[in-house]
């Protein structure tokens, strides 16, 4: 068997097209504004932001970078995210994370306004997701597999999916996603025993560990559907947590690296931001279109 691929390059290109359409068609002469806070100077994260900023502008949504220093201390950011939940021309508030080692991550993005997390790591929407609420900002990583996976056609009721890797950002609300999609879920970690069986199980994977290539082709039941979340550099080369070159020729279905998963995420953001902005406009009565019939959240 040979996969198919998931493009997520095309399919995010196709909902960023579509998202720009709804912004354009918006009755309002109000634009959704993104506030990015971006600590400290990690490359890698200046090329996120610039990514989000680049992004945002080409559907029609307004992105204001703010930049600190890393040596900003947490009550001073804390000021930062209580004028911006303050200021009503604010749709959307997140900060690039990592974050320095001596802010206190679950603080700072405790404070963003729920309405606001259009990133929803805080734990209000991460409580809301839990309880499978539509209300839920849902993070942009795991939404984006979901779009993928969903865009495969294949019937997410009742397969076993098996996620590597548990963290808040991706991991976990992975696997609330999919519980809520009616899958059975299996949640592996570093203390794992014996990955590889419990991996040949799954109907679905999510590898999210960044551990480049960990995923081997026999570990993969023939006809599984694979979606590698990691990002990994070998000598400067991009690559996944998958063995892409043995998987492929297991999975029905399986997503690159890169131009699978990562093209997603900023797509997501943008339609969470989007989402956030159809409800402000709804309360403060600006907006004609029904939050749940706009389709706004994409
Ligand atoms: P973290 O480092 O926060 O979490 C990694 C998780 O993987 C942990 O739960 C860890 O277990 C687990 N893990 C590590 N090694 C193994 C192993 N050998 N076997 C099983 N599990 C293991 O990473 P993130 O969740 O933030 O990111 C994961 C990957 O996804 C990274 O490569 C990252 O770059 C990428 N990423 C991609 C995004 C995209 O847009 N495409 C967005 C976000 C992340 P334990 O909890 O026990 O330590």
């Known amino acids: 068997m040979t996969a198919q691929i998931i493009n997520g390059k095309e ?4 909902f960023r097209k579509t998202l720009a359409q709804k912004i354009a068609d918006f009755p309002s002469e109000d634009m ?3 506030a990015v806070i971006l600590v400290g100077d990690d490359d890698a994260s200046k090329i996120y932001v610039r990514n989000k900023q680049k992004a945002a502008a080409e559907v029609g949504i307004g992105c204001e970078v703010m930049e ?3 040596t900003i201390g947490e009550q001073a950011l804390l000021n930062v995210i209580d004028e911006l939940n303050a200021n009503h021309h604010i749709d959307g508030i997140i900060v690039q994370l990592p974050l320095p080692k001596h802010l206190d991550r679950l603080k700072i993005l405790s404070r963003i306004a729920p309405s606001k997390d259009v990133d929803g790591f805080s734990p209000y929407n991460t409580g809301l997701l839990s309880y499978n609420s539509p ?3 849902i993070s942009a990583t795991p939404k984006g597999i979901l779009h993928l996976l969903l865009s495969t056609g294949i019937e997410l009721e009742g397969k076993h999916a098996v996620i590597i890797g548990r963290s808040n950002i991706v991991g976990r609300p992975v696997s609330t996603l999919l519980l809520n999609q009616n899958c059975t879920v299996t949640i592996t970690h570093s203390r794992t025993q014996d990955l590889p069986s419990i991996v040949k199980t799954a109907d679905i994977i999510i590898a999210a560990c960044g551990q480049p290539c960990l995923i081997k082709g026999d570990w993969i039941k023939e006809g599984a559907v694979v979606i590698d979340v990691g990002i990994n550099r ?4 991009l690559c996944g947590d998958v063995d892409f070159a043995e998987a492929v020729n297991k999975a029905s279905f399986i997503t690159p ?3 699978g998963v990562g093209p997603m995420t900023v797509a997501m953001l943008l339609a969470n931001t989007f989402a956030a902005f159809c409800r402000h406009q709804q309360s403060s009565h600006h907006c004609n279109c029904d939050h749940h019939h706009c389709n706004c959240q994409g």
């Open 135 to 137: 209300d839920a900002f």
């Open 234 to 237: 070998i000598d400067g080369k």
């Open 257 to 259: 690296v890169p131009g």
């Open 11 to 14: 399919i995010s290109a196709a």
């Open 32 to 34: 959704p504004v993104l």
């Open 68 to 70: 600190f220093s890393s």
